[in-house]
């Protein structure tokens, strides 16, 4: 019931920074979670980190923590994840998500998704 525009993908070198942004159009987030999810070539796609945007809880995978951080941009209805130090596997089709409730890891309990954005990170 949500849309989901996404953008801010690109091409950076080792140790550099990208934000993602994602707009939400359609309703107000106010009972949803939002979460970033990426998907590597040959790999599963994997929960990233993840918002209630109620409450403003946060979650992380392990391997991102300290390195990357999501907030809510109110202005765009949306969320950014601002990616620092980023290193060669962090290479990966990043997705936008939304979902009625609490953060979920698991990407089929979303069913809302942007389009997707490539980040390539060069080594």
């Known amino acids: 019931q949500v849309q989901l525009v996404e953008s801010g993908g690109g091409l950076v070198p080792t140790g550099g920074p990208l934000r993602l942004s994602c707009a939400a159009s359609?309703?107000?987030?106010?009972?949803?979670?939002m979460g970033w999810f990426r998907q590597a070539p040959g790999k599963e796609r994997e929960f990233v980190s993840g918002?209630?945007?109620?409450?403003?809880?946060?979650n992380y995978v392990d391997s991102v923590k300290g390195r990357f951080t999501i907030a809510r941009d109110n202005a765009k209805n949306g969320v950014y994840l601002q990616m620092n130090s980023l290193k060669p596997e962090d290479t990966a089709v990043y997705y936008c998500a939304a979902r009625r409730g609490g953060v979920s890891t698991t990407s089929t309990t979303y069913s809302n998704w942007g389009q997707g954005t490539q980040v390539t990170v060069s080594s």
């Open positions: 918002i209630m945007w109620s409450s403003g809880s946060t």
């Open positions: 359609g309703r107000a987030l106010f009972t949803y979670s």
